[in-house]
């Protein structure tokens, strides 16, 4: 009696990790950030029109769960490209991308999980070497950077239009030349940078060369109308106001009136 009710309690067990089992085989756990796409192994395939969000979701045991990340996820490309002159200049490369979430059902049917492999990567090696070849080394080392990028962002937006997939953005991390073509580019650029300084000091030099003539010539201006405005009439005017006006003071002072050259008085002494 012992032995049979062992042996139902071990068979209980057994069914119930069995059961375990299936209901854990009947449904993917879709993680953060990422949503599914469900295929029936038995039925029409891929679901059309429905996508599966976070969360557990239940299936049965014979189909399948495809998930896709739906953030923004980084790329890294290293290239070897040739300019317009044909150097060899390597460009480090990161593509931001997403697929669109509604439209994963059709980019399963058409490309697959695996789709900046299948479809991204090729059109941005391509297009990075065509646009590069518009620019020379110098361009790409420091001016048309920028442009470049923008071009190869936009190309690969246009691209990827039909393809359920959004560019994000391309930043061009780095751009590597030849060290016989990158000291050719330092010294132009600081041999600009020193005529650029020199051009500064030459203006500054005219400027306050300008700001001194312009100084001496109200300097002179002020001296020819002084020189004019004072007559000998106004001079012993001048001179007679201010006698009058030490007269006045309680100061001591002799005042003698003459007949110099000037016609103006002669002060002798003064204080209390």
């Known amino acids: 009696m012992l032995k049979t009710r062992t042996s139902s309690r071990s068979g209980a067990k ?4 069995l059961a375990l089992l299936l209901l854990a085989g009947c449904g993917t756990q879709v993680p953060s950030g990422y949503h599914g ?4 192994s038995f039925g029409d395939g891929t679901e059309m029109g429905r996508i599966y969000p976070e969360g557990f ?8 769960m495809y998930l896709y990340n739906t953030r923004i996820s ?21 593509l931001w991308h997403r697929p669109i979430i509604n439209k994963l059902d059709s980019l399963q049917i058409t490309v697959g999980p695996d789709y900046y492999n299948v ?8 297009d990075a070497r065509r646009i590069a070849g518009r620019y020379t080394p110098e361009e ?12 190869l962002l936009e190309s690969l937006r246009s691209m990827m239009a039909d393809k359920f997939i959004e560019i994000e953005n391309v930043i061009f991390r780095d751009v590597g030349l030849p060290k016989r073509i990158s000291d050719a580019i330092n010294e132009k650029l600081a041999a600009e940078q020193a005529a650029q300084q020199m ?8 400027q ?15 001296q020819k109308i002084v020189s004019t405005g004072l007559s000998p009439m106004l001079l012993q005017w001048k001179g007679i106001e201010a006698t009058e006006r030490l007269a006045a003071s309680p100061n001591s002072k002799i005042v003698v009136v003459g007949n110099a050259k000037d016609g103006l008085p002669l002060i002798l002494g003064g204080g209390n």
């Open 140 to 151: 790409l080392y420091s001016s048309k950077r920028d442009s470049m990028a923008l071009a």
């Open 74 to 94: 980084e790329n890294q490309e290293s290239l070897t490209v040739l300019s317009s002159d044909g150097a060899t200049v390597n460009l480090e490369i990161s």
């Open 37 to 40: 796409v469900k295929y029936f």
């Open 199 to 206: 051009k500064f000091i030459l203006d500054r030099e005219r």
């Open 57 to 64: 979701q239940w299936h049965m045991p014979w189909n399948n």
């Open 119 to 126: 479809i991204i990567a090729p059109a941005l090696r391509g």
């Open 208 to 222: 306050e060369a300008e700001r001194k003539r312009i100084e001496a010539q109200g300097i002179a201006d002020f």
């Open 14 to 17: 057994i069914a119930m990790g």
